[in-house]
């Protein structure tokens, strides 16, 4: 078997992470995997020999010939047709898939989502799975806002078998007619040895540069004067932090709470979770939060704001330190709750440990793997 995975741009986060875990775990099952991008930058995940590129950038002119034609699409039918806007990269995507002899077709994203029944249409023995990594009703909102609900809708009704993160999200597709399968993304485990001593009072916040992950609020955050928990950041410098903020918090931070590590991975970012006591999340959309799981791994204890990777992997006594999104004094409470009762820290990174090993990697790749071979 010969299965592809598109996804529009490859970089530094979950999904990125999540489709090079799998792939790799797959090889080793026995499938042959292959990773399409119609971008050419480089991927943050090593996907050694499997990452393919394909399909030019418009020009500046084609850019506005194109926002004219779907101005013009939306005035007069409230949509567009992704046909029109999308088939540029999708038609060298389907000469690499007939080229490579691809049995099945994994879409990452809405743009390659809503075409699927242009795929099928071109590609007709071809199985298509249509993953979803970010919740459904955030992607929801952003396909309207596009105005192409309809088509992507019908791209996940058209597809074989849908994946998605969560039970919350396997809910709401029902109300669209589409049967959904829970997945969870899996994680490698760190052995006993490398658990952190949790005897420190650094918080570990791990996330890409994205203003969605909560950097106002971590930016609030770090500026308390009375803040008794340092925060280290994996995943952007400071000089990212002060220019997506705008510079908000430029001279306000303070110093002592908060440094800047920029882009960690391997040995590095395994050092990072050692050294910490707590896991941070403050991202206001998820599908299923490896940042979370990796820290809990690790043993070290999650606060996190309500999205839905919260709401699924924090589950008993943990979901106490789930906050409501955009509640920040909510995570303070957490926070100084857990510094006021130092006896329950060690019983609540037990259960953080217990509670990451649902989600392994070999869990993860056993149900892909039962998934493809059934379709």
Request: charged share 20%; aromatic share 10%; glycine share 6%.
């Amino acid at each position: 078997m010969k299965v592809c995975f598109a996804y529009s741009l490859f970089g530094m986060g979950g999904i990125e992470r999540s489709i090079q875990l799998l792939t790799n775990q797959l090889e080793q099952n026995g499938i042959s995997t292959f990773v399409w991008s119609r971008s050419s930058e480089k991927s943050f995940f090593d996907m050694r020999d499997r990452l393919f590129f394909g399909g030019e950038e418009l020009s500046k002119i084609k850019k506005i010939i194109e926002k004219g034609r779907k101005l013009f699409q939306i005035s007069k039918n409230h949509q567009i047709d992704v046909t029109d806007f999308f088939s540029y990269f999708i038609d060298p995507m389907i000469s690499f898939l007939k080229n490579k002899e691809i049995n099945v077709l994994v879409c990452n994203d809405t743009n390659f989502i809503s075409m699927i029944p242009y795929i099928k249409n071109q590609l007709p023995t071809l199985k298509i799975v249509a993953w979803t990594h970010v919740e459904v009703t955030k992607l929801i909102v952003d396909v309207s806002r596009a105005f192409y609900l309809n088509d992507y809708v019908s791209g996940l009704q058209a597809a074989d078998a849908v994946v998605v993160l969560n039970s919350t999200d396997r809910a709401v597709l029902s109300a669209f007619d589409v049967n959904a399968e829970i997945i969870h993304n899996g994680i490698i485990l760190p052995k006993t040895e490398d658990l952190s001593a949790r005897n420190n009072t650094q918080i570990a916040f791990t996330a890409r540069a994205d203003v969605a992950k909560g950097l106002e609020d971590l930016g609030q955050l770090s500026a308390k004067p009375n803040l008794k928990w340092h925060i280290s950041v994996a995943g952007f410098s400071k000089d990212e932090f002060t220019s997506l903020t705008h510079g908000e918090f430029e001279n306000i931070i303070v110093p002592a709470n908060i440094s800047f590590l920029g882009s960690l991975k391997g040995e590095e970012l395994k050092r990072n979770y050692q050294s910490s006591s707590i896991i941070l999340s403050l991202s206001y959309f998820e599908g299923m939060s490896l940042a979370l799981l990796e820290g809990m791994s690790y043993g070290l204890i999650p606060v996190s704001y309500a999205h839905a990777g919260a709401k699924e992997i924090m589950t008993g006594e943990l979901a106490k330190l789930i906050s409501p999104i955009h509640d920040l004094q909510g995570i303070q409470k957490s926070l100084n709750w857990l510094e006021e009762n130092s006896s329950e820290l060690e019983f609540l990174s037990k259960l953080a440990r217990q509670r990451a090993e649902d989600f392994t990697v070999e869990i993860f790749s056993t149900k892909w793997t039962h998934l493809l071979n059934k379709l």
